[in-house]
């Protein structure tokens, strides 16, 4: 079983946010046989319609390693976790509530901006996120985006309180302590029950970093570097390597 995670914002999105230049890159894969998986910092809400308009089945990860989502019976097993609708979600992440209590705390002296504290005419400025896809992403359940602040040194303290900064691609996110990487091995655990699984992925940002470490097969797309992930130009590019 061949099992790939895919970032969505500059890996399989460019900055217009649709889904469809890369639904052909996705089918090809799907057609391959792999077992394609989201695992981004993008919220549950913003998932969902990304799965639609792809056409995706299987689990998904949320923001930044917070919960695996699973749909229901979509494995030939028990799976502990919180049920919630359609899926069971294992959580590793916080809770939103406690993130932004924290975050609402500082912001005054570090003039922070984050979905919490904005507008949604804001978040579509800070984001160019459409009005549609803003009000998704500010249905948030385990983590905050900052988009801006005016002082350095609430990293540390964030920290500090437990919490766990991450650089993204174009925001810095904040989470329990968890990541990418985390929530990936827990998913590739399930999926060893049902075979021998390969697995690979593609991430563009810092925030990838620990999911490419934890895989057989990591690429990185742009000119960052990280030890042991290939770099690759798009993901067009990974279609030519993987297939």
């Known amino acids: 079983m061949r099992v790939i995670f895919l970032d969505l914002d500059r890996t399989l999105l460019g900055d217009d946010y649709s889904p469809e230049p890369a639904e052909s890159v996705l089918q090809s894969l799907i ?70 209590r924290i975050l609402d705390s500082l912001a005054p ?3 922070l901006r984050y979905y919490g504290n904005c507008t949604l005419e804001e978040v579509m400025a800070f984001t160019g996120l459409p009005e549609n ?34 650089q993204g691609s174009r925001f810095t996110g904040v989470t329990g302590s968890t990541d990418k990487g985390r929530a990936a091995v827990e998913l590739l655990k399930l999926y060893s029950r049902l075979d021998r699984v390969e697995s690979y992925a593609v991430g563009d940002g810092e925030n990838d970093f620990p999911l490419l470490d934890v895989v057989d097969h990591a690429f990185l797309i742009g000119t960052r570097r990280h030890g042991g992930a290939k770099n690759i130009s798009s993901i067009d590019e990974l279609l030519e390597v993987v297939l």
């Open 109 to 111: 002296e570090y003039g």
């Open 31 to 100: 057609n391959a046989g792999f077992e394609v998986v989201l695992n981004s910092s993008k919220t549950l809400a913003e998932q969902e319609y990304y799965r639609e308009a792809w056409g995706l089945e299987g689990p998904f990860i949320v923001e930044n390693g917070s919960a695996i989502v699973i749909p229901k019976g979509y494995f030939p097993f028990d799976v502990s976790g919180r049920r919630r609708g359609k899926y069971i979600l294992i959580e590793l992440g916080e809770k939103y509530g406690r993130i932004k």
């Open 133 to 166: 896809l803003a009000r998704l992403a500010m249905r948030r359940d385990y983590s905050e985006t900052i988009f801006a602040w005016e002082r350095p040194g609430f990293e540390e303290l964030l920290s500090g309180r437990g919490l766990r900064v991450s």
